[in-house]
Every structure is written in structure tokens, then in C-alpha cells.
């Protein structure tokens, strides 16, 4: 794939993070053998990684997602995000609430595409102390 066929994947991968999430377009972006590389206590599958951001979704049912930067290996078929998202936090998510305030997350995750699909996934999260007032 080209750097802008990638780029475009991570974009609409980002999107799904926020409410309403386009359940049908995360089928279509993750292929059926998917690994979860960074599975924060779940299992690594494309199931149970769905299921975490449900969770994510619905701690902070209003949430808006954002590519800030995004970093592109067209040889190896690996993208790197930065990605920052804000929503007020309803449920308790990742130790964290509920806080009932407005909340600024951040992370970074690299994926993998093979064959128009993202077939591997890491990533890190940031929720400690980014209370918007």
C-alpha cells in the first residue's frame, strides 16, 4: 500500500474512538486473524480488543478522537500515531473515574497492514491527570 493508502486506514481507524463508533468500518479495517500486541489484561484478539474500546466508549460516552501526528513506514506497512481524545469520564477506565469532568487522553500505537488490513496493533494510553476544567 501507499503512504497515503496507510495514512488513510489510520485515520479512520482513529475515528472509530469516539461516540457513536461505526461498528461495521472496525470489521472492515481489522483482519480476521488480528493481534492485539499491547492486550492491557485481555486476550490479544480482535474480539477482546473491540471489546476494550466498547469499555472505552462507554467510560466516556461522548468521546472525540484525534490523529495529532502520524509517522509512516510504507516499506515495513507500519504506522505510528500520536492520537489525543477528549470526553468526560462516566465510568471507571483504566483506574481511573468516575470523575464526571471532562478528560484529555493520549497515547501512541503502531499498527501493521497487510493485505488492506490492520493485522497487529501496539499501543500505549496516557488518562493520569488531564482533567480539562
Known amino acids: 500500500m501507499t503512504r497515503p493508502e496507510l495514512e488513510d486506514i ?3 481507524w482513529i475515528s472509530l474512538w ?3 463508533t461505526d ?3 472496525f470489521d472492515k479495517l481489522h483482519s480476521e486473524n488480528f493481534v492485539d500486541m499491547s492486550p492491557a489484561g485481555r486476550e490479544s484478539t480482535k ?3 473491540a471489546m476494550g474500546l466498547k469499555q472505552f466508549i462507554e467510560a466516556f460516552p461522548d468521546l ?3 490523529a495529532e501526528e502520524i509517522i509512516v513506514d510504507e516499506q ?3 504506522v505510528a500515531v500520536c492520537w ?5 469520564n462516566k465510568l471507571t477506565f483504566l483506574g481511573v473515574g468516575p470523575t464526571n469532568r471532562k478528560t484529555k487522553i493520549t497515547g501512541i500505537e503502531i499498527i501493521e497492514i497487510s493485505n488492506g488490513r490492520i493485522s497487529k496493533r501496539w499501543g500505549e494510553w496516557d488518562i493520569s491527570e488531564h482533567f480539562i476544567p
Open 10 to 12: 489510520t485515520r479512520k
Open 18 to 20: 469516539c461516540a457513536p
Open 23 to 25: 461498528w461495521d468500518l
Open 47 to 49: 474480539s477482546a480488543f
Open 64 to 66: 472525540q478522537s484525534t
Open 76 to 78: 515495513a506497512q507500519r
Open 84 to 88: 489525543s481524545a477528549v470526553g468526560t
